[in-house]
């Protein structure tokens, strides 16, 4: 242990003395002697990515290995730096300058002794120093200081055993200064490279802008990948096959209400006529889905790579405003269902009802103007079709005005529930009333809480878009140290379970008003007489009821309005046409909750008036009976 101590005190003396003897103090470090390097050509810049071939003073001498598997090393350095460097724009100043300064200490320029040693220039410590000046940033690579790495004035290589001896055997190389280079290469300009999956646009190019769909992240020219890699493949995976499957379904069940409320029927009620605008609303934000899995969702929404569709692609244009029309109509006519309702129960007159057909298309094609003249529409960074992208356009034409409908509609709904819950309250204990509510409240919960649900994500999406922002160094930091190209990296966003639920509530309208409106008695009903009366099944129908001894009146006019009476005496089945002029079926929860309400009021009002008069042989006329029982919806 003395020994080695000793040595090292006698080994630092002498250093000493002969960085004295060769004037050290002046500038100098040391390097070593690698005897496998020589001085050859620079091997180019690799994958058509431009790198240093530019940058380097004299990339004819390049201080290389034999094989130059050293500059294939170096190369993947630089591509690495180059990447951080692109994000540190607007941080620093002078980065191209910092690129050259790279290349030099990647790449070395070279000098050739006599003794047939090459010996490499290392970069000057002044160039080190300009760098982290500009860009303090790059103070956690690079150490200045280490005179052996950046000399104030060049480098000492110890040739003694090679028969140099001058200085004391040490040969002095001078440091690599870029800097005139760098102002006599004005054209070459600094080198952005995206890490994987981000893409390199020119944003300055109008081919290029973000109005054509492309979403850069500032200050750089890297565009995000389309869709935006808010989940993992697997995940967009499943949202696709829930948006393809529930669309198909819902377009379905929506034509099926159309051809059973909107054609079929031969009483075109307001009830009727409600469902059948409304599912034809639904069947136009399906069609949405249906062109766009049709298409493909990779080449509808992303129609080239790191590009989202936009309003000018023609199918992007089309499904969009199929959407949008089909998505406020919808909340129109669900508003006007609910006004109906309780205008049935309060018993009051409303407009003729072409009025208000004309009025919520009118509003819906006014709604639709508005984004289609804005040039709105486009699939968005995360999305499953085409729709309004603009904040301004989508809260003014579709937030704003629809939440006032739906406002409007839910009082409507809760009017009407309290209505008949206070009478059949006050009529008696039985709970057989309060079942027929189960048909218009699953309408509201599902329906209408489906749109409210849409609200709520919507702005508490917006509101946390600054925390989304704020969360985009940290994936590009992920992008960088990333060994597999970025496909462990995922921007913040929304939780896949609210997103998921977002795009599959929008997708269940058309489900929901089948299961509400199109599995009723009177659907049931319109399509039993429509194929009975028709010409092509009417004998086959016949014959299978005769063969079960079954036979089965319908009168003209019955289609989907007045309910019949169902008599089985032995062998026969007789249905007859009520003669009451009712258009209420009994099976209809809509139409009960009128007509129970109506009936449970009178029942009240006779009471009252027995009571007072205490006559039990006086009898109360019901004068509204015949009126109401004429109510439909």
């Not at 016949?542 to 009476?565: A, D, R, Y």
């Amino acid at each position: 242990m003395k020994f080695k101590l000793l040595f090292y005190i006698i080994l630092n003396f002498l250093i000493k003395n002969i960085k004295s003897d060769i004037n050290l103090n002046n500038g100098y470090g040391f390097g070593l002697v690698e005897e496998n390097s020589k001085c050859l050509s620079f091997i180019g810049d690799i994958n058509n990515q431009p790198l240093c071939f530019n940058k380097l003073i004299d990339n004819k001498l390049i201080y290389s290995t034999y094989n130059k598997t050293n500059q294939i090393q170096a190369l993947k350095i630089v591509e690495q730096s180059f990447k951080q460097l692109t994000f540190l724009q607007g941080k620093c100043l002078n980065l191209n300058y910092a690129q050259f300064g790279i290349c030099e200490i990647y790449f070395p320029s070279c000098v050739e002794t006599t003794y047939e040693i090459s010996l490499p220039k290392r970069l000057c410590k002044s160039v080190c120093d300009k760098m982290v000046n500009d860009c303090p940033f790059l103070s956690s690579s690079l150490n200045c200081s280490d005179s052996n790495k950046f000399p104030p004035i060049g480098t000492l290589y110890n040739l003694t055993k090679y028969g140099y001896t001058d200085n004391n055997g040490f040969y002095k190389v001078e440091c690599s200064d870029p800097t005139n280079f760098y102002l006599n290469s004005p054209n070459d300009q600094f080198i952005e490279i995206c890490p994987s999956p981000l893409l390199l646009r020119n944003h300055s190019n109008s081919e290029y802008k973000e109005d054509k769909g492309y979403t850069y992240l500032s200050p750089t020219n890297c565009v995000f990948s389309c869709p935006q890699p808010f989940y993992k493949k697997n995940k967009w995976d499943q949202m696709f096959k829930m948006s393809k499957v529930l669309s198909t379904i819902s377009f379905v069940c929506s034509i099926y209400n159309i051809l059973t409320f909107g054609i079929l029927s031969k009483i075109k009620s307001k009830y009727n006529l409600c469902i059948t605008f409304f599912s034809i609303s639904t069947v136009l934000m399906s069609l949405m889905d249906i062109v766009t899995y049709g298409i493909g969702y990779q080449e509808m929404l992303c129609p080239e790579p790191g590009r989202n569709a936009i309003q000018s692609d023609a199918a992007c244009g089309v499904t969009g405003a199929f959407f949008h029309i089909g998505i406020t109509t919808g909340v129109l006519w669900w508003t006007t269902m609910s006004i109906c309702l309780y205008s049935e129960v309060k018993r009051f007159q409303m407009i003729s009802f072409r009025y208000i057909i004309l009025f919520n298309s009118i509003v819906s094609l006014i709604i639709l103007i508005i984004p289609l003249s804005g040039q709105a529409f486009m699939s968005g960074t995360g999305s499953l079709g085409c729709w309004i992208r603009k904040t301004w356009y989508v809260n003014g034409s579709f937030w704003i005005p629809c939440g006032i409908a739906l406002f409007i509609g839910a009082i409507c709904i809760v009017l009407v529930i309290y209505e008949i819950f206070k009478i059949s309250k006050n009529l008696s204990k039985d709970n057989k009333t309060l079942m027929f509510q189960i048909r218009p409240f699953l309408c509201v919960l599902l329906v209408g809480g489906s749109f409210l649900y849409l609200f709520i994500f919507n702005f508490n999406n917006e509101r946390n878009l600054d925390k989304y922002k704020a969360s985009i160094p940290n994936y590009i930091q992920c992008l960088l140290s990333s060994s597999v190209n970025g496909q462990d990296c995922l921007t913040d966003g929304p939780g896949f379970g609210a997103y998921f639920s977002f795009y599959f509530f929008t997708r269940l309208f058309g489900i929901t008003s089948f299961c509400i409106y199109g599995t009723s008695k009177i659907a049931r009903d319109i399509w039993f007489e429509s194929a009975y009366n028709h010409p092509f099944f009417h004998s086959y129908i016949v014959k299978c009821l005769s063969l079960l001894g079954i036979s089965k009146h319908f009168s003209s006019n019955s289609s989907g309005s007045n309910p019949k009476n169902f008599n089985r005496n032995g062998s026969n089945f007789n249905m007859k046409q009520n003669k009451q002029k009712s258009t209420i079926d009994q099976n209809d929860s809509i139409s009960v909750f009128v007509s129970t309400k109506q009936d449970i009021e009178q029942e009240i009002e006779n009471n009252v008036v027995t009571k007072e008069n205490d006559s039990p042989n006086e009898s109360i006329e019901n004068t509204t009976s015949s009126k109401d029982s004429n109510a439909s919806f």
